[in-house]
């Protein structure tokens, strides 16, 4: 599959990049470790993690072209 | 749900206010205007803050916020929520937020609820940018 | 507090907000506006209402609501209060509350408080004049 | 003494008037019964009584010129 991932907040300096696109993703649990091997830093901050705009708790099914956002705590209002 | 680049402006601000004001069944408005202020963090002060918003799902989740609001107060008339995204100065204002009811009481506690809900729901974040241009991410 | 003749324009309370945004140390601001409702009484709808008020005695007891308002909660910055006297039409606005604040919880407390604060204690009557120029003394 | 007594609220069309003015008055029961006299329809309606500003609720001593306000129950805001 190919998923779009964006960082958000704090997450954009410790990655560099808002957008990330990653190709041949197998699953949720793929992504997350292709992720973590890319960046490292992340690991130390809190976040929670949306797909397609809706949060998810679990590992959710993933489908091809999907958006997956990364997201520190909310800090706006 | 409405997300504006830079400050709001106090003519944006009125213009709300004068729209709110076409319905004659309303009778009590309340809102909730944040602005951003000049902090003090470690010796420095904050002169501006940049906004950053996952905008499509700040949008549905607003949505659902003022859906849930409706339905939870009946003599609600209207809701309106302004945000800022990018940067405000210390001084203005980021955030407005407009509930229109018949009467005083659901128009106080809905508005109230809303600002809750908005810093609660929404994925907007702010980076504090402090006088020697020096920037921090606000922690939650 | 100010008391105004005739409706509050939108202009004048935008002022208020330009104003209340020249303080750097403000981070909220929590406002009330109270409107004439076109209410319908007995098959007639109120046209206006007509406001009179014990205006020494008003500014009294303001200036007592807003020092014990003041003194309860530690983190405003100021408080304002604009009442109409005289006629206002269904539609405009006849109370302007707004309460300025370092951060949001007593803004919004305080803001709410203030409201029943007026109604409670402002020597302040209202007439309903309905469509047929008729006229109706509001009881509490 | 001389007393200025004012109506507000529905009690000035009840009254007829804004304000009136009372000499020789002795007391401020004496007051009450003279403005009672003068309006008997007044005891149909709630009011509550300020003399110079401040609301009074047992009979205050009067002074010359003091300011009576009859007031029916307050409905601003």
């Known amino acids: ?23 041949g993703i197998r699953s949720f649990s793929d992504l997350k470790y292709r992720i973590r091997d890319d960046f490292p830093g992340i690991e130390n901050y809190n976040f929670r993690i949306a797909v397609n705009n809706r949060i998810v708790n679990e590992d959710p099914v993933l489908n091809d072209n999907d958006e997956v956002a990364y997201m520190p705590p909310f800090t706006g209002g | 749900m409405r997300i504006i680049e830079g400050p709001i402006s106090p003519a944006a601000i009125s213009e709300i206010v004068v729209r709110g004001g076409t319905n004659t069944d309303s009778g009590a408005h309340s809102l909730f205007l944040g602005q951003v202020r000049k902090d003090l963090i470690k010796g420095k002060y904050v002169k501006a803050i940049e906004y950053s918003a996952y905008e499509e799902m700040v949008m549905m989740e607003a949505n659902k916020i003022l859906k849930s609001v409706m339905s939870e107060f009946n003599d609600l008339i209207s809701l309106e929520i302004l945000h800022s995204k990018g940067l405000v100065n210390a001084g203005e204002i980021s955030l407005v937020v407009m509930v229109t009811a018949g009467h005083r009481e659901q128009a106080i506690k809905a508005c109230a609820k809303l600002v809750e809900l908005i810093k609660d729901k929404l994925p907007i974040w702010k980076k504090e940018i402090l006088e020697d241009d020096s920037e921090k991410w606000k922690q939650e």
């Open chain 1, 1 to 23: 599959m190919e998923i779009n991932v964006l960082f958000f907040g704090v997450l954009t300096e410790v990655t560099g990049t808002h957008r990330k696109h990653y190709r």
